[in-house]
């Protein structure tokens, strides 16, 4: 993506500037803290007895984000913008918080340089952490490799936003490694131009859990993968690719209209096929660079060196597209409405039924060359799926979707659907359809349910996790 007049040129550039170690970003993040303690869930402070407090910590806050502006020139308006919305919140009697004007100044994608670092406060809930629309306040850093950016020329994503958890508030001591511009507090709802994915916790994460199941699995992984889990910058270059061809794969393809970015209800395994079609698509958009790739090297032609390592990558990309699904998403969460477990379910058994994973004498293992031949067959199951439901009506399009799931996925022995939808549910509303699904419709396999108790504390202790 071509950099905008006012892209921020080298001196901006600042990885290692330890910015978080200041002054002044510590009195903001301290005055964020008390805030949090006062706020309502809808971020406003009701209790007049807690007013002179917020305006204590908000003068603080905007004294310190002016004082710190200077180490973000690239961010000035943007920064001028949140002092502004905090004062007028402070002088309004701290109502619900509108932060649209800083919201719509605050444009990150314009600026996806390697080390670049933000400073970011808003009132927002985090998705994955808290649902308080609380003040959260984080610095952030970029991660833009130089093979990414020659990369995101074939897979243009200009929303797509790669960033690295430095320091933060509590919202971010969770599981949240995303930073979307809808959780803000704002009057109105603007054009939203970006989203943003903090690669650094979802390597580190990976990294701490496919290693204790590949220990508790007997799984011996290909030397690559092996080299994943000892190296935290590696892996997050590969959730970078990862997530670039995913985020964009949302709006692209033979879609049923809309199928995720419309605010609607409908059976939540119809969210598990959707993540997994743009994951699946990752998969196999990255198996395509690799055999692009390696064409060329086999008859000696030398790759440079950003093709080597997009060549590397593509690989990388397969093997953290299999192992975080089925060792991660699987068994991370309650079992209510768990649309990724189903997604990470549903992979692992269509890879067992194929023939391709193998789980004999408690070892598991892979028949890794044929791997990706069976998970593109996924992937080409679910398109045919999306390409057939523009001529179906929405609910046959749920019952389509059931039936490409249940093909492979045994259902909860209590499911309505599975037993099949009584006239009246079928002669009904939508509504009815989704009231039927029960919120466990395709329970654990013998398998993942040893597999989590085993891992439970393994993927608890990565809650808050960073790379560093």
């Not at 008390?34 to 807690?50: K, M, R």
């Not at 597999?451 to 996790?465: C, D, F, H, Q, Y």
């Amino acid at each position: 993506m071509a950099l905008n007049a006012a892209a921020p040129t080298a001196h901006t550039v600042v990885a290692g500037d330890p910015v978080e170690q200041t002054g002044a970003w510590l009195r903001l993040k301290d005055a964020a803290i008390a805030l949090q303690a006062i706020q309502a869930q809808d971020g406003s402070v009701p209790e007049a007895a807690d007013h002179a407090d917020a305006r204590t910590a908000v003068e603080t806050i905007v004294e310190a984000i002016r004082e710190l502006s200077a180490r973000f020139p690239h961010d000035a308006e943007y920064l001028a913008a949140s002092a502004h919305d905090f004062e007028r919140w402070s002088d309004a009697g701290f109502g619900i918080p509108d932060f649209y004007d800083s919201l719509v100044a605050f444009q990150p994608q314009q600026h996806r340089i390697d080390g670049i670092r933000h400073l970011v406060v808003f009132p927002m809930y985090t998705q994955n952490g808290s649902s308080n629309r609380y003040v959260e306040a984080l610095i952030v850093e970029g991660i833009w490799p130089e093979f990414i950016a020659e990369l995101e020329k074939q897979y243009t994503n200009r929303l797509f936003v790669s960033l690295r958890l430095i320091d933060f508030t509590p919202g971010y001591d969770t599981n949240s490694a995303v930073l979307f511009p809808e959780t803000v507090a704002m009057r109105e709802i603007p054009t939203f131009t970006w989203g943003a994915i903090f690669q650094d916790r979802e390597a580190a994460r990976y990294r701490r859990v496919v290693r204790a199941a590949a220990e508790i699995t007997k799984l011996e992984l290909p030397d690559w993968a092996e080299q994943m889990l000892d190296d935290q910058e590696l892996t997050e270059k590969t959730f970078v690719m990862w997530d670039l061809i995913h985020d964009r794969t949302h709006m692209r393809g033979d879609l049923p209209f809309d199928p995720f970015m419309i605010k609607q209800r409908m059976p939540y395994f119809l969210y598990s096929l959707e993540e997994l079609r743009c994951d699946l698509t990752a998969f196999r958009e990255c198996v395509a660079l690799e055999r692009d790739l390696m064409e060329p090297f086999s008859i000696g032609v030398a790759l440079d060196e950003l093709q080597s390592e997009t060549l590397k990558q593509a690989q990388l990309v397969q093997y953290a597209v299999i192992f975080d699904r089925i060792f991660r998403f699987a068994i991370t969460g309650t079992r209510v409405r768990n649309y990724d477990a189903v997604g990470g379910q549903l992979l692992f058994a269509w890879l067992h039924q194929r023939g391709v994973l193998h789980w004999t004498d408690t070892s598991l293992a892979f028949d890794w060359q044929n791997v990706p031949a069976a998970v593109v067959e996924l992937s080409d199951a679910i398109d045919q799926l999306y390409w057939r439901s523009i001529d179906r009506p929405k609910t046959a399009h749920w019952l389509a979707a059931y039936d490409l799931v249940r093909a492979t996925l045994t259902p909860n022995p209590a499911s309505l659907w599975a037993q099949g939808l009584d006239r009246e549910v079928l002669a009904g509303p939508p509504k009815g359809y989704t009231d039927a699904v029960m919120d466990d419709e395709f329970p654990l396999s013998m398998f993942f349910e040893a597999l989590e108790k085993k891992m439970r504390p393994v993927i608890e202790s990565t809650a808050g996790i960073t790379g560093a």
